[in-house]
T-cell receptor, first 111, second 114 residues
């Protein structure tokens, strides 16, 4: 049974700081991951998909995948109060079409 | 380009009634997924469909729940004889053919059973 673990938080950072969110997974064979953001009462918004080891950058977001240590992280540079949300890590399973979700990490960016 | 469209956004049903949730995928997307998020819990996969086919229904409860994606029209998630424990947010997502790295979610349908 594939599992995804996230620290529930809340993680609190000051505005302008770097927020670091982590996700560990149980299946050593997992190849790729999604990061989503979910505001309270809203649906998940896709931030990034990462497939290969190393870093992937998109604007203020950088995803890092370390297959040897079985973790994937998301860095948010220059954090803004509007980044305050729950960040969800998801692992594709079943021919990459079914997502297994972590419970999410709540991030609070303080002005 | 419209996103994934779900309706109704909010639905209230009495115990024992039926709930029907509809989802129209993004234009050009042929894969549809349904997820459920119970209060204070994580997202759980329910079912994956393509046009006229159920590909993976491993997350669907064995009774009362069914899903379809007909050749014409939206995908439908149907819950018969609803119970209070069915109260949740139901999210539909879609992705294009041949690409599994972009899965976009609709705004969700919030079901309340009273």
């Amino acid at each position: 049974q594939k599992e995804v673990e996230q620290n529930s938080g809340p993680l609190s950072v000051p505005e302008g700081a770097i927020a670091s969110l982590n996700c560990t997974y149980s299946d050593r064979g997992s190849q790729s991951f999604f990061w989503y953001r979910q505001y309270s009462g809203k649906s998940p918004e896709l931030i990034m998909f990462i497939y290969s080891n190393g870093d992937k950058e998109d604007g203020r977001f950088t995803a890092q995948l370390n297959k040897a240590s079985q973790y994937v992280s998301l860095l948010i540079r220059d954090s803004q109060p509007s980044d305050s949300a729950t960040y969800l890590c998801a692992l594709p399973a079943g021919n990459n079409r079914k997502l297994i979700w972590g419970l999410g990490t709540s991030l609070a960016v303080n002005p | 380009n419209a996103g994934v469209m779900q309706n109704p956004r909010h639905l209230v049903r009495r115990r024992g009634q039926e709930a029907r949730l509809r989802c129209s995928p993004m234009k050009g997307h042929s894969h549809v997924y349904w997820y459920r998020q119970l209060p204070e819990e994580g997202l759980k996969f329910m079912v994956y469909l393509q046009k006229e086919n159920i590909i993976d229904e491993s997350g669907m409860p064995k009774e009362r729940f069914s899903a379809e994606f007909p050749k014409e029209g939206p995908s439908i998630l149907r819950i018969q004889q609803v119970v209070r424990g069915d109260s949740a947010a139901y999210f539909c997502a879609s992705s294009p053919t041949g690409k599994s790295d972009t899965i976009y979610f609709g705004e969700g349908s919030w079901l309340t059973v009273v």
